[in-house]
């Protein structure tokens, strides 16, 4: 059993910068690729971004490449996003998740992953 603990996110003006960070608690963190994925108001859950649990491959969706970055610190059961250059159309619900046993090229549904952690509130006002 893995529990997530999403810190960060918030209030932001457009083209400013957030950092999101997502806690893991339980055993072999390494075993998790880890993603991001968001939901808008009305929206279906999207990927945004995934890395493999030994932090070596990582992929992203179109709509953030080059502006958002997926990190994680296995010494400390950590994943992060950092967003930057943060457009109106990035206000969302941001969630983390875990997944077992999978490939960072397959990960791109929510039914791919175990876990998730509680959601936090991303605005970006114009």
């Known amino acids: 059993q893995v529990q997530l603990v999403q810190s960060g996110g918030g209030l932001v003006q457009v083209g400013g910068s957030l950092r999101l960070s997502c806690t893991a608690s339980?055993?072999?963190?390494?075993?998790?690729?880890m993603g991001w994925f968001r939901q808008g108001p009305g929206e279906e859950r999207k990927f945004v971004a995934n890395i493999a649990g030994n932090g070596e491959a990582t992929v992203y969706a179109n709509f953030v490449k080059g502006r958002f970055t997926i990190s994680r610190d296995n010494a400390k059961n950590t994943v992060s996003l950092q967003m930057n250059n943060l457009q109106p159309e990035d206000t969302a619900v941001y969630y983390c998740?875990?997944?077992?046993?999978?490939?960072?090229?397959?990960?791109?549904?929510?039914?791919?992953?175990?876990?998730w952690g509680q959601g936090t509130q991303v605005t970006v006002s114009s």
């Open positions: 339980g055993p072999l963190f390494t075993g998790y690729a």
């Open positions: 998740a875990a997944s077992w046993g999978r490939s960072t090229l397959v990960m791109f549904t929510p039914d791919t992953y175990d876990y």
